[in-house]
T-cell receptor
Framework: EAEVAQSPRYKITEKSQAVAFWCDPISGHATLYWYRQILGQGPELLVQFQDESVVDDSQLPKDRFSAERLKGVDSTLKIQPAELGDSAMYLC??????WGQGPYEQYFGPGTRLTVT | DQQVKQNSPSLSVQEGRISILNCDYTNSMFDYFLWYKKYPAEGPTFLISISSIKDKNEDGRFTVFLNKSAKHLSLHIVPSQPGDSAVYFCAANSGGSNYKLTFGKGTLLTVNP
């Protein structure tokens, strides 16, 4: 069964350091999402890609966060510098939906648990 | 302003009985709704969805009901099994071409043997 791959699964970093997460979506899925989930909350969208283009980054803290999906396949989310408040689960999801059409179901990877000390 | 609300943080049910998880929404533009299940240290797993043109969708032990006039949906699990113990998230999509999902805070379901 096709799955969304993410690495690393766990990351501990000190504040002010740089950290990067990688995601490989389900093959053929044009839409890729990065979410942040804080304990006790639902996932919140950080950035959405359609192929290699960003279609929504309205909730991405652009002073420290960046995301790219250069060839429209895998993606990297970077934080520099990391802050204590960035400790959370970072989830990647993909969807077969294309511009103007469904389906709407998003499929999630296992996530990266980030701890900033 | 939370547009998708799951007002019960937790629910405990006996094995074999029915579990009913509830979700309310405020945005009338939402036209597609999904339920996800999440185990600790894993990503959410898609369970079942429903379009706003329907009022019920069933998949095995899982049934989702949608009441548009009340802006309310519910997930029924019958019969409940201990392996169903997880956090359940309700999510909604506002249509258009963005496919952005808005999630509730989740309900922790515990199914006791």
């Amino acid at each position: 069964e096709a799955e969304v791959a993410q690495s690393p699964r766990y990351k501990i970093t000190e504040k002010s350091q740089a950290v990067a997460f990688w995601c490989d979506p389900i093959s053929g899925h044009a839409t890729l999402y990065w979410y942040r989930q804080i304990l006790g909350q639902g996932p919140e969208l950080l950035v959405q890609f359609q192929d290699e283009s960003v279609v929504d980054d309205s909730q991405l803290p652009k002073d420290r966060f960046s995301a790219e999906r250069l060839k429209g396949v895998d993606s990297t989310l970077k934080i520099q510098p990391a802050e204590l408040g960035d400790s959370a689960m970072y989830l990647c999801a993909s969807s077969a939906g294309i511009w103007g059409q469904g389906p709407y179901e998003q499929y999630f990877g296992p996530g990266t648990r980030l701890t900033v000390t | 302003d939370q547009q998708v609300k799951q007002n019960s943080p937790s629910l405990s049910v006996q094995e074999g009985r029915i579990s009913i998880l509830n979700c309310d929404y405020t945005n009338s533009m939402f036209d597609y709704f999904l339920w996800y299940k999440k185990y600790p240290a894993e990503g959410p797993t898609f369970l079942i969805s429903i379009s706003s043109i329907k009022d019920k969708n069933e998949d095995g032990r899982f049934t989702v009901f949608l009441n548009k006039s009340a802006k309310h949906l519910s997930l029924h699990i019958v019969p409940s099994q201990p392996g169903d113990s997880a956090v359940y998230f309700c999510a909604a999509n506002s249509g258009g071409s963005n496919y952005k999902l808005t999630f509730g805070k989740g309900t922790l379901l515990t199914v006791n043997p």
